[in-house]
């Protein structure tokens, strides 16, 4: 079995796509071929059940089979599975679910109930209690998504009074200070580390690492460059993690439109071979010919820079 | 079976709650006891499984189950169904269901998702699609909740161009002008009337229903108050409507707190002995002490003032 | 001259609307007439420059000048004054202008710029700074209209830090627990009043009152109402402060519409003769025919109920 | 004097930022070096006093202040007023004074009081009724900004009904499906063309271009990488065109942060010598020595990349 996310993870978990059939069906062999192709790039780990990953359009026997499906093919790899829910019992029992199938932690959003801090604070402190202590806890802060800002200091507070949040998936926008002040809470004495892992798309990924952020979980099609980045900025070797990594921007900054970037990533898996369909579930985001050819464009010209 | 909701649907669609065990647990006597308390008191209908009844935090077998109780208990008095879901096939799934267990139609808000009008528009297409035309709809316009603000000439075009969306539920504010707009379209050849029940918990009722409103759809823990104001404006008695609506105001208004509400709502139907417990389904908004005795007050002062 | 505000300061501030001729400039005659109504009436200070008081869509010169007349007739009567702007600069003149002039102190809300709660706070102590430590400052938490959320804790905060602002405008909804935990607060040794004076409207003034407010500070356009109310609660007779409260409610949630109850609240001014037109300022809300009407009706239904 | 705007205007319209002294006074001598650096850099006009100029933390004295410095210094060159304001009587004389002093055109935002798509287009009607028909009007959208979202349909209609409005500022994001729409709508019969400059910080100027908009309206701090990306594209030379802008991606997209963005563009400005101070009026964001390095490393690398 995995080893669980703790607060000195790194490297890239990538946000799974859930892969689905054009009627809409979750496409399981699609789902185990991206697992397969996931692992042959070389990521550290899996976020699986995401808001990338269509959750929220699933019923919830349809995300345990999901579960089932990717951590039967995993193995010693370490999935992080989102669990985020309007309810807290709901968000329980998948929680369990997962964490009895192998799961190494569990991601949770504040919810769109709470709107002040006060109230973030004490609903990610009902949470880690209905979760009970064992179970990790990646809290995922993405203002631009959930409408909830939310300050360095609150983050600190919760990981500090919960020892099971061990991660933040790191994607305020902008976000590089909050980086910087996070890592600098932790000079003084008694304060916990938290492993960062940024989202985002992986927008700003270098900087990011360079203000002192243990990797990416993000979704990008294209996890090899995340790998390599990030591989190549732990390994001291900063201005090559750079100059790879911006050969990929120009199509790495196409998948980060939000609300159509999910589509344009699942075309790009599909034409990599990684799934079957692009499709996404309704209500979703579609490819128009225009779209596909632009895509298709931004892939040769990527394709001819690296080899360039 | 119950006649299904059209264009010409007025009275009063009592929003029910759900009631839950302090454990969390949906407690079917109370629902029970809640179906005969609500049509004790008169109500024309129930509308099931909206915001108020937190559907957003069951399971798809737990919203099934309470479609199951309901309509076991209301024989011939129609019952809307709040299916609103991120997912267009859960949406769908549980319409079906609904339609197949006898309800009177079906009630959804603009998702989350699409954020512009015209994506508004594309969505509410896609789900008749879905639905089929059979199905007949209420549009929840709520934009406090959705975040999502509609014109009247989307609402209407919509309606001209799906027979099935019949009705409105009226619940932008300030919206006292977008109902004299909306009657105001009928006025033209061609364009069918659209049933216009209120919601928001009912506080301009009144000022509705002399715009031109059909009724109320709403939750108010005092649902004979509806009823009665609404009986009464039908019968021309439209001063004597307001004196009978004026008197619930104070009570009414406190019910009316965003969140917070649903609490106040279920303590006061609690006191009134339709359901065992106050409880939400966490996370969700508690009574503390103070909140108990103050609604206690304005209880009493409700039922001094009835009496004098 | 008059008082300044201090955090025992109790009563009533009206939120004091700004006439303006049908043609869109300031009506200064009006203007004075409406101090005179509002003294008359019994206010314990006003309030100018507001957002009722459509400040944001005057120049700097026009914000002076109204200062000018107001302060030209309040004579001992404290007169707050709203200086929020998006820039701190112009902030800081307009403070400085009123307390020059006389001003009991300034009113200001978070800005749209910072949307975290450390950033409110590091902006108010930006807002201190800019201002000098003379200056009283009430904090007005407005979420609805701010969209800024504001934990109690962060308000403590501030006023413990500052000891210039000494004052809340209360118009978070829902807001009676915020006011509980508020006044908790104080009970620890070491932490300073505050005086808390409740905007909204005034919807929940009895039950504000009831929980610790020490009076309001909104625009109804029956000052008298919130005299009273305020009033007799202090002399402890709660029970008939409530009952003349109840009164009034049905019209007071007529002018609580967001966006158009300014339009309604300018209507019953100038019906009462405090203001010589009802307009506002261009972009904004208007009545129509049936809107005046219905504005009528409500006055005449009061007027009975006053008599009855 | 400048020509004005029109339905065919294309090219480049940096939107100019506003130099500010560490003090926070207008620094007019800055604003003429930067305006010289513009036109140095070979853009086809400029837009002063949008968002990103700080217009909002300005007087209306330091506003038309602005006007006159630029336009005393760009000759031939139209330029663009943003004169978007809470009031319609503030917007109106701000365009007058804009449009005598030889200004080409001016730019509006949807206000944030209108927060419905019909309430937007009665309150464009009433810009341009108060504007008089001779005044060309930019549409600003912006919804990232503005939280007004707008369809394709509205932008068409109110260019259609009002002859004036004959430029798009387009920052919808994401929004290159937008433009298709846009252009496809003109292949009917009696659509007028519009013209569409992208904003947004130009992070998709090359599929923008490709989509068929006739340029760029934002204000990157390199602007010959706008120019001479929009003038090969217009050449034909599309490859050629995104191959140069490709490797201006990595520090444009540093640029790109909402909010900061603006301290980050100001701070490359000063170190290229078009303004003496970085500074930005308060509140505004800030570059820490963090964000100073950073910055610094991602102009060396841009250098090193134009020269390898």
């Given at each position: 079995?995995?080893?669980?996310?703790?607060?000195?993870?790194?490297?890239?978990?990538?946000?799974?796509?859930?892969p689905?059939?054009?009627?809409?069906?979750?496409?399981?062999?699609s789902?185990?071929r991206?697992?397969?192709?996931?692992?042959?790039?070389?990521v550290?780990?899996?976020?699986?059940?995401?808001?990338?990953?269509?959750?929220?359009k699933?019923?919830?026997?349809?995300?345990?089979?999901v579960?089932?499906?990717?951590?039967?093919?995993?193995?010693?790899?370490?999935?992080?599975?989102?669990?985020?829910?309007?309810?807290?019992?709901n968000?329980?029992?998948?929680?369990?679910?997962a964490?009895?199938?192998?799961?190494?932690g569990?991601?949770?959003?504040?919810?769109?109930g709470?709107?002040?801090?006060?109230?973030?604070?004490?609903?990610?402190?009902?949470?880690?209690?209905?979760?009970?202590?064992?179970?990790?806890?990646?809290?995922?802060?993405?203002?631009?998504?959930?409408?909830?800002?939310?300050?360095?200091?609150?983050?600190?507070?919760?990981?500090?009074?919960?020892?099971?949040?061990?991660?933040?998936?790191?994607?305020?926008?902008?976000?590089?200070?909050?980086?910087?002040?996070?890592r600098?809470?932790?000079?003084?004495p008694?304060v916990?580390?938290?492993?960062?892992?940024?989202?985002?798309g992986?927008?700003?990924?270098?900087q990011?690492?360079?203000?002192?952020?243990?990797?990416?979980?993000?979704?990008?099609a294209?996890?090899?460059?995340?790998v390599?980045?990030?591989?190549?900025?732990?390994?001291?070797?900063v201005d090559?993690?750079?100059?790879?990594?911006d050969r990929?921007?120009?199509?790495?900054?196409?998948e980060?439109?939000?609300?159509?970037?999910?589509?344009?990533r699942?075309?790009?898996?599909?034409?990599?071979?990684?799934?079957?369909?692009?499709?996404?579930?309704?209500?979703?985001?579609?490819?128009?010919?225009?779209?596909?050819a632009?895509?298709?464009?931004?892939?040769?010209?990527?394709?001819?820079?690296?080899?360039?």
């Amino acid at each position: 079995m995995a080893e669980r996310i703790n607060r000195d993870t790194r490297g890239v978990y990538i946000i799974a796509a859930t892969p689905f059939t054009d009627q809409g069906d979750i496409d399981h062999d699609s789902l185990r071929r991206l697992v397969d192709f996931y692992i042959g790039h070389g990521v550290t780990g899996l976020t699986i059940l995401g808001m990338m990953g269509e959750a929220n359009k699933m019923t919830g026997d349809e995300r345990r089979a999901v579960i089932d499906t990717v951590l039967a093919r995993t193995g010693d790899l370490p999935v992080v599975v989102g669990v985020s829910d309007a309810g807290l019992a709901n968000l329980t029992d998948l929680a369990s679910y997962a964490m009895d199938e192998g799961a190494a932690g569990v991601m949770v959003a504040p919810s769109a109930g709470p709107a002040r801090e006060d109230r973030i604070e004490v609903y990610f402190h009902a949470v880690c209690e209905a979760l009970g202590p064992e179970v990790p806890v990646c809290f995922q802060d993405f203002p631009l998504a959930t409408g909830l800002p939310v300050s360095p200091a609150l983050i600190r507070r919760l990981s500090q009074e919960r020892d099971q949040i061990v991660m933040l998936k790191h994607e305020d926008w902008p976000g590089l200070t909050k980086i910087t002040q996070l890592r600098k809470q932790e000079e003084a004495p008694g304060v916990a580390r938290l492993s960062i892992l940024c989202g985002n798309g992986g927008l700003y990924l270098p900087q990011e690492l360079q203000r002192g952020a243990d990797g990416a979980m993000t979704g990008f099609a294209y996890p090899e460059a995340l790998v390599q980045t990030v591989a190549l900025h732990h390994a001291g070797r900063v201005d090559e993690a750079e100059d790879l990594f911006d050969r990929y921007i120009p199509i790495l900054r196409h998948e980060q439109q939000p609300g159509f970037g999910l589509a344009v990533r699942k075309y790009v898996l599909m034409k990599r071979g990684a799934i079957a369909s692009a499709a996404t579930r309704a209500p979703g985001p579609k490819m128009s010919a225009i779209d596909a050819a632009e895509t298709d464009r931004l892939m040769a010209r990527l394709e001819a820079r690296l080899k360039g």
